[in-house]
Every structure is written in structure tokens, then in C-alpha cells.
T-cell receptor
Framework: QKEVEQDPGPLSVPEGAIVSLNCTYS??????FMWYRQYSRKGPELLMY????GNKEDGRFTAQVDKSSKYISLFIRDSQPSDSATYLC???????????????FGQGTILTVHP | NAGVTQTPKFRILKIGQSMTLQCTQD?????MYWYRQDPGMGLKLIYY???????DKGEVPNGYNVSRSTTEDFPLRLELAAPSQTSVYFC??????????FGPGTRLTVT
């Protein structure tokens, strides 16, 4: 079993739709949860960062963590064609101390938002 | 402030050839990483470094070597290239936390 599982999609939605992207994980030591966005032929960039369970909102993006279920989600409201990208979840057991900032990534979900 | 830069952008190697992928960051980050990304497989950590002169293996180090003589540079060496090393390679850096800054990647094909 992979430590982090993410549905690779691809996911295709119409403009304005609500998008839900999800990851499950098996390592209960994970405390820090991230979503990276990667445009085609570019490097990933950090989109959302959360610690432990709960929700975090940033504009049209909401990150949700449920540690009891080992499940994290990213919601995109009013999706736009510019949101078309690969979304990678990433996790870590600490804030960079003993893990040296090493992250465990999901496989990535390819999202296309069509006009 | 260029962030993380990688050269070359593309490269085609023949089986058995060697090459060095260059990575430079100008953010004075201590931590640097090398990943490979294969379709549908996410990012796999090859090597990482927590400072000049200090490197360690990641999840998939076989067939690769690294060095870190300065804070800015973290080259990745491929010896005896194999088709299994066809991939997109990303270099990243961080100040020590979980926010990693990625370069634009090097697309490598081994034929």
C-alpha cells in the first residue's frame, strides 16, 4: 500500500463548477498537509498549507484535513480555465526538523476546466 | 531574484552516457532536493542536502550521485544512463520548513 494515495484522474469540469480533489494516507505521523499546483511543463508551486485537522480557506480554495479518517481534500469554488493544472497533495510528519523538510507526495490529479 | 534555476531544459542521452544536471538557487536556502517525476507517479525524492558538504539518499537514489560544495549549487550526476532514467527532473530548495520552491525541470530522454 502506498503511503499517500491520490486519484490521478484526469478530471474535466465546466467553468464555474465546484471541484473536489482528495488524498488518503496511511502514516498517522503526518501532521502537515500541503497542496501543490503544477502547470503544464512547469515546476510545482505551493498552493495551500495546513497543520493538523481542520479547514483553511484562501479565496476560492479550501483545504480540509480529517486526521481521524486520514483523508485530505482541496475544494475549488467557481473553477476557472486558469485552474487547469496538476494538483499534488504532499505531507510531512514535522515542520522540517527531523524530517529535513522531506515531503511525501501523492501521484497528482490532472484537472481541466473547460470554458 | 531568479529563485531555483535548472539547466539544461531538455536533453537526449544514449544508453551508457553520463551527464550532470545543474541546479542553482539564490534564496540562501540550506535545504535542497532532487526529484524525478514520471507520468502518474508523483514526485520521487532522489537525493537531498541540508547544507554545503552534507547530502543523503532519498527514496530512489540508485544510478545517481550528488555533491554540494556551496549553498547555491546542487548538481545531480547520472552515470551510465539507462532507459529507466527517462523522466522529468526537478530541483527544489527550502529554508528548512515544508515550503519547497521548485525549479522549472529538466526533461531527460535516454534512448
Amino acid at each position: 500500500q502506498k503511503e499517500v494515495e491520490q486519484d490521478p484522474g484526469p478530471l474535466s469540469v465546466p467553468e464555474g463548477a465546484i471541484v473536489s480533489l482528495n488524498c488518503t494516507y496511511s502514516n498517522s505521523a503526518f501532521q502537515y498537509f500541503m497542496w501543490y499546483r503544477q502547470y503544464s511543463r512547469k515546476g510545482p508551486e505551493l498552493l495551500m498549507y495546513t497543520y493538523s485537522s481542520g479547514n483553511k480557506e484562501d479565496g476560492r480554495f479550501t483545504a480540509q484535513v480529517d486526521k481521524s479518517s486520514k483523508y485530505i481534500s482541496l475544494f475549488i469554488r467557481d473553477s476557472q480555465p486558469s485552474d487547469s493544472a496538476t494538483y499534488l497533495c504532499a505531507m510531512s510528519a514535522d515542520a522540517g526538523g527531523t524530517s529535513y523538510g522531506k515531503l511525501t507526495f501523492g501521484q497528482g490529479t490532472i484537472l481541466t476546466v473547460h470554458p | 531574484n531568479a529563485g531555483v534555476t535548472q539547466t539544461p531544459k531538455f536533453r537526449i542521452l544514449k544508453i551508457g552516457q553520463s551527464m550532470t544536471l545543474q541546479c542553482t538557487q539564490d534564496m540562501n536556502h540550506n535545504y535542497m532536493y532532487w526529484y524525478r517525476q514520471d507520468p502518474g507517479m508523483g514526485l520521487k525524492l532522489i537525493y537531498y542536502s541540508v547544507g554545503a558538504g552534507i547530502t543523503d539518499k532519498g527514496e530512489v537514489p540508485n544510478g545517481y550521485n550528488v555533491s554540494r560544495s556551496t549553498t547555491e549549487d546542487f548538481p545531480l550526476r547520472l552515470e551510465l544512463a539507462a532507459p529507466s532514467q527517462t523522466s522529468v527532473y526537478f530541483c527544489a530548495s527550502s529554508y528548512g520548513g515544508n515550503h519547497q520552491y521548485f525549479g522549472p525541470g529538466t526533461r531527460l530522454t535516454v534512448t
